[in-house]
Structures are given as C-alpha cells and as structure tokens.
T-cell receptor, first 114, second 113 residues
Framework: GENVEQHPSTLSVQEGDSAVIKCTYS??????FPWYKQELGKGPQLIID???NVGEKKDQRIAVTLNKTAKHFSLHITETQPEDSAVYFC?????????????WGAGTKLIIKP | SAVISQKPSRDICQRGTSLTIQCQVD?????MFWYRQQPGQSLTLIAT?????????ESGFVIDKFPISRPNLTFSTLTVSNMSPEDSSIYLC??????????FGQGTRLTVV
C-alpha cells in the first residue's frame, strides 16, 4: 500500500525567510498530492494540492513541486510570516480498495521566529 | 466545500466513563471519517462511517471501545467508552467533498483523569 514519509518533523525559520517541507511516497500510481495546515485548536485545512500531470503549482507565497520520477513532492513557503506557524501535513491517496480517506505524513511543525 | 460542526470542543472526563462526540455537516455526504490525533502526532484513522451500515474499523480499534452511529447523511457520533488516560487525545471527524478535498471539524480535545 501507499506509504508517505515527511521531513523534517520540526522546522524553525526566521520571519521573511523561506521554508521547505519534503514528502516521499511509495506508490507510483498515486496522482494527487495535497498539503494541509493545522493551526492550534483546529482541524487540518487544505492549503494547496497538485496533480501528477503538472510539476509545480503556485498560490501567492505557497508553492508545491512534484517529482514523479523520484516520487517526492515539496511544499515551499516564501517570505514567511508569523501566521505561517502551524503544523503542516502532506498526504497521498490510498489504494483503490482501501477505506482510508488519505495516507498522511507525520507532520512538520513550522516555527517562524520574529 | 463543507462546514463541519463538532461538539464538544474539549472535555475532561473521569476514567471509566464514556464521552460521545457529535459531528454535523452542512451538506449530505456518503462517508464520514473519524480520526485520533495524539499530541504532536499525525492523524490515525479510527473508522469510516457510511449511512445505513456498520462502521468499518481500522486495525487497533474496535466497536466496543469506539461505537459509531451514522443515522443520516449529515450526522455522526463517536463514543469513547470506558475511558482511560491513554484515550486522552484529539478526536477529529472529516468528510470528503468531491473526489479530493478533505474537510475537518475543529476537533475534540479529550483529557481523561
């Protein structure tokens, strides 16, 4: 079945700098890769996603890149701000016969230092 | 999109008691998902709930401990039974809208003392 690994577990960056979080997946048939942000006391919320027919997608300060050959995808946040502090999860779709909604990475706690 | 209302947002419970968590969605959905999230950890799927059938539980979770109801297409409950301190966690309900995006309730932070 699909397996998703996420690194690093914690990332601390200076405000204004860039942050990059990486995930690898195991199933070459996977075709959809979302990123979720979880703020304290809230459920995860989708911030950006990418499908396997494109290599990069941007939305203002956030971008996701996908390397299908290497089976990894990354979240890039530029010009980080205090409100970017949160836990970020990558995910990938489960196998067809699975009951799973998504296969989740372990999460990255992003800390933005003022 | 979907708006999910989850109640209670937090509770402190005595060991041996049970707590029922409610999840209300503002639209009809086929499947609802219940997760446990231990402090600093990722999301662990407890079970999937379809309306009109018994929930499907993942390895390590059983119906006697986590009974689930799904009386209609907009509502579900998860009960944490006979609680112990090890059940202290955040419990989340989630739904899919379309084929892809997952929407979550704000979570229930449970502390068992």
């Amino acid at each position: 079945g699909e397996n998703v690994e996420q690194h690093p577990s914690t990332l601390s960056v200076q405000e204004g700098d860039s942050a990059v979080i990486k995930c690898t997946y195991s199933d070459s048939a996977s075709n959809y890769f979302p990123w979720y942000k979880q703020e304290l006391g809230k459920g995860p919320q989708l911030i950006i996603d990418i499908r396997s027919n494109v290599g990069e997608k941007k939305d203002q300060r956030i971008a996701v890149t996908l390397n299908k050959t290497a089976k990894h995808f990354s979240l890039h946040i530029t010009e980080t701000q205090p409100e970017d502090s949160a836990v970020y999860f990558c995910a990938a779709p489960p196998n067809r016969d699975s009951n799973y909604q998504l296969i989740w990475g372990a999460g990255t706690k992003l800390i933005i230092k003022p | 999109s979907a708006v999910i209302s989850q109640k209670p947002s937090r509770d402190i419970c005595q060991r041996g008691t049970s707590l029922t968590i409610q999840c209300q969605v503002d639209s009809q959905v086929t499947m609802m998902f219940w997760y446990r999230q231990q402090p600093g950890q990722s999301l662990t799927l407890i079970a999937t709930a379809n309306q009109g059938s018994e929930a499907t539980y993942e390895s390590g979770f059983v119906i006697d401990k986590f009974p689930i109801s799904r009386p209609n297409l907009t509502f579900s409950t998860l009960t944490v039974s006979n609680m112990s301190p090890e059940d202290s966690s955040i419990y989340l309900c989630s739904v899919d809208v379309g084929d892809t995006e997952a929407f979550f309730g704000q979570g229930t932070r449970l502390t068992v003392v």
